[in-house]
């Protein structure tokens, strides 16, 4: 595939205003399916199945089959929108949208269209560098996720190529909501991390209301990037394109950017942005074409005729309210308090957008700098190295267990990097991969002081060096002791042992 020309980013924003929209996926983690009662994959109890296994008559469409509404899917709606500030509708109901595809049973989608659940809303945003923006949401509306195709052959995994497709319908009828922000102007230089921001924002909020796992890397929450560009000084709006199930943070504002700089050097040459869905590539950071964009009349909606509209009772509306939990930025300032944080550590962690798996870990039982540590360090180092989200390599559990076990000396920060390779490669908790591999420190004074009278042995002037208040010296020996070791001795108890040889009180 040839890359596409791209415009110096800089040079786009001086001829054209950004102009993004974001349509944010998430699914819910109810026990069962939107419409029937087959287990719910987007809960992390079932996530794990044989294709085709998880799946009753209504998720294939077969014919005599009715859909029946989860009452909880409606509820943890209810709750998002009511989290996004939007009103909720007295009365919403449910509509057929029509287009066919092969992960798509029934050649149509139930979801909302004219009469969502939740609208007019908006969230607050705030940047990293410290601007805050606030994104107006058009809507909240409940719908059913389609099925899962895998292409196999080819070299990219895509239908191009392919020598043949495989679908799985498990994934056919778990409960979605599809957020819709309006056209949010302003954000300039900053809107690729604008759309980074927002997206963490709203996940930050799914996770505190639990109602879904939001893991980006499994497809819990998803995000179409839509940009378009419009001249300076021009008021009409330009041609968007919709960048199609982004599943990283990162790589929203990377595709936005990207998008930027592609319509720029277009549209400077005088050429048109065609109207169309693209897709995003990991790999080379890059968008492709994929079919063009239909408008909301090509997909024939009509009211859903097997599905009563959804009128929750003022009185539930209310308890849901009652029970919302803090907004995030009301939570962020608590935390800071909580743990003690600088303006700079604290920055630093909510930059990394790991807050709350840094809290998490503080709640299963991490100091919060250990937490922070772990999180804004090893973790996102590895991430960044594989190219992946730090959210899923590992779990917060894990790490406070990793961050337990370094305070109660049984590992030192060297070995609880092994260990947490480990972890990462799939080979248990970190306990277990202590016990697999060995890598506890050696607490035993016997064996310490046995390597250190080796070392010594091997450098004899050492301890002539150290009585005579060279205590540098003692570097050699511990070196030499950490290397007898394979690293699994705490540096700091085998100097202790070290200068207590010297002063004759180990001999």
Same mark, same amino acid.
């Given at each position: 595939?040839?890359?596409?020309?791209?415009?110096?980013?800089?040079?786009?924003?001086?001829?054209?205003?950004?102009v993004?929209?974001?349509?944010?996926?998430?699914?819910?983690?109810?026990?069962?399916?939107?419409?029937?009662?087959?287990?719910?994959?987007?809960? *992390?109890?079932?996530?794990?199945?044989?294709?085709?296994?998880?799946?009753?008559?209504?998720?294939?469409?077969?014919?005599?089959?009715?859909?029946?509404?989860? @009452?909880?899917?409606?509820?943890? *709606?209810?709750?998002?929108?009511?989290?996004?500030?939007?009103?909720?509708?007295?009365?919403?109901?449910?509509?057929?949208?029509?287009?066919?595809?092969?992960d798509?049973?029934?050649?149509?989608?139930?979801?909302?269209?004219?009469?969502?659940?939740?609208?007019?809303?908006?969230? #607050?945003?705030?940047?990293?560098?410290?601007?805050?923006?606030?994104?107006?949401?058009?809507?909240?509306?409940?719908?059913?996720?389609?099925?899962?195709?895998?292409?196999?052959?080819g070299?990219?995994?895509?239908?191009? @190529?392919?020598?043949y497709?495989?679908?799985?319908?498990?994934?056919?009828?778990?409960?979605?909501?599809e957020?819709?922000?309006?056209p949010?102007?302003?954000?300039?230089?900053?809107?690729?991390?604008?759309?980074?921001?927002?997206?963490?924002?709203?996940?930050?909020?799914?996770?505190?209301?639990?109602?879904?796992?939001?893991?980006?890397?499994?497809?819990?929450?998803?995000?179409?990037?839509?940009v378009?560009?419009?001249?300076?000084?021009? #008021?009409?709006? @330009?041609?968007?394109?919709?960048?199609k199930?982004?599943?990283?943070?990162?790589?929203?504002?990377?595709?936005?950017?990207?998008?930027?700089?592609?319509?720029?050097?277009?549209?400077?040459?005088g050429?048109?942005?065609?109207?169309?869905?693209?897709?995003?590539?990991?790999?080379?950071?890059?968008?492709?074409?994929?079919?063009?964009?239909?408008?909301?009349?090509?997909?024939?909606?009509?009211?859903?005729?097997?599905?009563?509209?959804?009128?929750?009772?003022?009185?539930?509306? #209310?308890?849901?309210?009652?029970?919302?939990?803090?907004?995030?930025?009301?939570?962020?300032?608590?935390?800071?308090?909580?743990?003690?944080?600088?303006?700079?550590?604290?920055?630093?962690?909510?930059?990394?957008?790991?807050?709350?798996?840094?809290?998490?870990?503080?709640?299963?039982?991490?100091?919060?700098?250990?937490?922070?540590?772990?999180?804004?360090?090893?973790?996102?180092?590895?991430?960044?190295?594989?190219?992946?989200?730090a959210?899923?390599?590992?779990s917060?559990?894990?790490?406070?267990?990793?961050?337990?076990?370094?305070?109660?000396?049984?590992?030192?920060?060297?070995?609880?990097?092994?260990?947490?390779?480990?972890?990462?490669?799939g080979? @248990?908790?970190?306990?277990?991969?202590?016990?697999?591999?060995?890598?506890?420190?050696?607490?035993?004074?016997?064996?310490?002081?046995?390597?250190?009278?080796?070392?010594?042995?091997?450098?004899?002037?050492?301890?002539a060096?150290?009585?005579?208040?060279?205590?540098?010296?003692?570097?050699?020996?511990?070196?030499?002791?950490?290397?007898?070791?394979?690293?699994?001795?705490?540096?700091?108890?085998?100097?202790?042992?070290?200068?207590?040889?010297?002063?004759?009180?180990?001999?």
């Open positions: 595939m040839a890359r596409a020309e791209l415009m110096d980013f800089d040079q786009a924003l001086e001829l054209f205003e950004p993004i929209g974001l349509e944010v996926h998430v699914e819910l983690n109810t026990k069962t399916k939107m419409f029937s009662a087959a287990p719910n994959p987007a809960n *992390s109890e079932f996530h794990v199945a044989e294709p085709n296994t998880l799946i009753t008559p209504v998720c294939l469409g077969l014919p005599g089959s009715l859909p029946v509404v989860n @009452g909880q899917a409606v509820q943890y *709606s209810i709750s998002l929108g009511l989290a996004l500030g939007c009103s909720i509708a007295p009365s919403s109901r449910f509509a057929r949208k029509n287009y066919f595809y092969p798509l049973a029934k050649n149509y989608q139930i979801s909302q269209y004219d009469e969502p659940i939740a609208f007019d809303g908006s969230v #607050e945003v705030e940047l990293e560098n410290g601007r805050t923006f606030t994104v107006p949401i058009e809507r909240a509306h409940m719908e059913e996720d389609a099925g899962k195709l895998t292409h196999v052959g070299s990219t995994g895509r239908i191009q @190529g392919a020598e497709s495989l679908v799985d319908y498990n994934r056919a009828g778990v409960p979605l909501v957020i819709v922000t309006r949010i102007f302003g954000g300039e230089a900053d809107a690729p991390a604008l759309a980074r921001a927002y997206v963490s924002t709203i996940r930050d909020i799914v996770l505190s209301l639990g109602i879904s796992e939001a893991r980006m890397e499994r497809g819990n929450l998803r995000c179409d990037a839509n378009s560009l419009r001249p300076r000084g021009q #008021e009409k709006l @330009g041609t968007r394109t919709e960048t199930n982004v599943n990283s943070m990162r790589s929203v504002e990377r595709a936005v950017r990207y998008e930027i700089q592609r319509q720029a050097a277009i549209l400077a040459k050429a048109t942005i065609t109207q169309e869905t693209r897709h995003w590539h990991e790999d080379t950071g890059t968008t492709s074409a994929g079919r063009p964009k239909s408008d909301a009349d090509d997909y024939r909606y009509f009211p859903e005729p097997d599905l009563l509209p959804v009128v929750p009772t003022p009185e539930l509306i #209310e308890k849901l309210r009652a029970a919302l939990p803090e907004p995030p930025a009301v939570r962020r300032r608590r935390l800071k308090g909580e743990w003690g944080f600088t303006d700079l550590e604290f920055q630093d962690v909510a930059n990394s957008g790991l807050l709350i798996e840094v809290a998490e870990t503080v709640a299963a039982g991490a100091s919060p700098a250990a937490a922070r540590k772990w999180w804004t360090g090893e973790i996102a180092r590895l991430a960044n190295a594989s190219d992946q989200d959210t899923g390599l590992v917060p559990v894990h790490v406070a267990e990793l961050a337990q076990l370094v305070d109660a000396g049984t590992l030192t920060d060297r070995l609880a990097r092994q260990v947490l390779e480990g972890v990462i490669a080979e @248990g908790s970190p306990a277990q991969v202590v016990e697999s591999r060995g890598l506890a420190v050696v607490s035993d004074d016997g064996a310490l002081i046995a390597a250190i009278d080796d070392a010594l042995a091997a450098q004899p002037d050492v301890l060096k150290i009585r005579d208040g060279k205590v540098q010296a003692a570097g050699a020996v511990i070196g030499a002791v950490m290397k007898a070791m394979h690293g699994k001795a705490d540096a700091a108890r085998v100097r202790e042992l070290v200068l207590e040889r010297a002063s004759g009180d180990g001999a």
